[in-house]
Structures are given as C-alpha cells and as structure tokens.
C-alpha cells in the first residue's frame, strides 16, 4: 500500500448507541484534538490490541474519542505517536503498511536514565535534547511559508522537513543565535567546496568512533558485513559499498554504511574485489578479524563476490531476506 497523504480526510461513523451523525476527521484535525490540554480527556492514543508484529506499534496506537458510558471508542483509519501526537492515515483491515510509522521520528521519545544506560552507539548518534516551545500563529505561518517556497523553489521532496539532519542543523543556528544575538544567516552557510573537503574529516572523525564498537562486535564474531558492487550508468563509474549489521544490548538491529567509494581496482576479479574489500576494513581495524574468520558476510551470491570471499562463513539467505523486506 503506498502511502497516503497527512491531511487525507477520512469520514467514520459513531458507535450505533449513540445519535448516527457522520464526522469527519483529518489526521491534523486528531493531532490538534490529542494535543488539547482539558481535564476530560475526550481524545487519547490507544494501544493496538490486535496480533502485531511490526515495532511500529511501540511507539504508535490508535486515536480514539470518549464516550457516553466511559470508555473510549477507535477512530478508524489513523494512527498517532503515543508521546508527540503526530497522526497518520492507517487501514488496519489488511491492506495497511507501516513504513511509513516506522520512518516517524518522534520529537518527544527519551528513554528513561533510571532504565537505560547509554551506550558508545548511543552517545555517537545522540540527538540534542531541546525544551518544547510554541510559536504564534502569525509566527508559524511565516515559517510554513518559507519552508513550503524553499521546497517548491529548489524542487525538493515534502518529506524533506522530515530529515533529521535538517532539524539537527536548524537547531545549531538556533543554538548559535542565542549565543551571537546579531548573527546573520549568511555567517552560518559554506561553500560546497568547503563542504566537500569536510566530508574526508569528519568521515576519519567518525571512523575512529565507529572502530571500537565494530571490533568489540567482531571480536565476539557478532559482526556481518555486506559488500556490493554497482555502476553509475551515467557516468560508468564502479562503486564499493559496504554495509555492517549488528545487534546491540538492546536486541536492536544497527545497519552502518562503512563505505560507499569509487571502484578503483584494475579489473572485478575475485582478488581485485578481495583487495577493495580488505583496504576498506583495514581503515577500521577490522583485516585481522576477517582473516580469522571472526566476521560473517552475506552477499547477493554474484560470482565474483563469491571468488573474493571464498574460505569466508556466507549467509546468502540473509541478504535475500534484507531485499525481501526493504521491496
């Protein structure tokens, strides 16, 4: 099922115990309701009762309204965060997916300190906890507007709004702004050159952090690794991607995108590919793990990743299991 709209509204009808009168509902419209602060709590997230196996029902339940004899009733066709309210349009009748969930970033979800001990992942990856403000209507609407001219001006996708790295940018300048109280905006931008040449440090920044983490893994041969080989067909340039999986503490799958780099090996040999492989993994320390065996791989089973990982432990069933599940 592909996703569907957040404003799509979605006409349900009341219990029969009640008067039938047909109202319509908006995913907006459930948030702002979930959302309202009254001592009757006429609106609230339920959990999903039914057989679920999907995450997403951790963090998402159903909206539903209070009714005459003190019990809530589901409004049918949405799902909405438990902690930040945010509404999606959900069928539950079979056809529903849950992808869409499953990419909802909540502005509120925090694990409890008293539970949760963090871990090097954790602290790699941390988001800034930040206090919740309200704007202004007139407020709002100004920046609405300029996101929605920014997006239609530049051609970029809706979701965009959605990125985490565009809130974790947005929430420097702020951060900066309250420092710097006459900082202008263009103080804050670089060139793409600047950019460019920023990438090399902060990726040997990164895989510093990433290394003892990745070879605790593989020290304890938790570690599987993917390689894949693909070509731009624009411009003919070959690629090395390697991806590691790994379960943490937590039973959490983790995927870390190693490399994504340009194939610049003299043929697609097994050796060659073998060779491509081993100077990507001896940037994090990881060459010795692969020769004892102490690392699992999983590929698509092409012949040449087969050469050059020859001798290694393949898990083919995984890889097609990944690719069964992401299409």
Known sequence: MTDIGLSSPILIDDSPSRSQINQTFTTSSI??????????????????????????????????????????????????????KTTYTFHSDGSGSTKHLLRHVCSKSALSSEHYHEGPLGKLFKSKKTTSVTLNSKDSTKIKDDLTKWICTSIRPF???????????????????????????????????????????????????????????????????????????????NYLGLTA?????????????????????????????????????????????????????TCDRGPNILKALKGKFILSLVHSLKIKLIY
């Open 159 to 237: 979701n965009i709004i959605e990125d985490l790295g565009l809130r974790n940018v947005l929430q420097t300048a702020m951060d900066f702004s309250r420092k710097y109280p006459d900082l202008d905006s263009s103080q804050l931008l670089v060139t793409p050159t600047t950019i460019s040449k920023n990438v090399h440090q902060l990726a040997e920044q990164y895989r510093s952090l990433l290394q003892p983490i990745l070879i605790e893994q593989a020290a304890n041969s938790c570690l599987c690794l993917c390689p894949d080989l693909w070509t731009d067909k624009y411009r003919k340039v």
């Open 31 to 84: 948030e702002n309701m979930l959302k309202r602060k009254d001592n009757r709590k006429e609106f609230t997230v339920i959990e999903n009762s039914q057989k679920k196996s999907s995450s997403a029902w951790a963090t998402f339940g159903f909206p539903a309204r209070l009714i005459e004899n003190g019990t809530y009733e589901r409004i049918h066709g949405f799902a909405s965060c438990f902690q930040c």
């Open 245 to 297: 999986m790994f379960a943490n503490k937590n039973y959490e799958l983790i995927l870390l995108d190693l490399c994504c780099c340009e194939y610049q090996e003299v043929d697609k040999s097994g050796d060659s590919i073998l060779q491509a492989i081993r100077r990507q993994l001896d940037l994090y320390g990881l060459t010795s793990y692969m020769d004892n065996n102490k690392i699992v791989f």
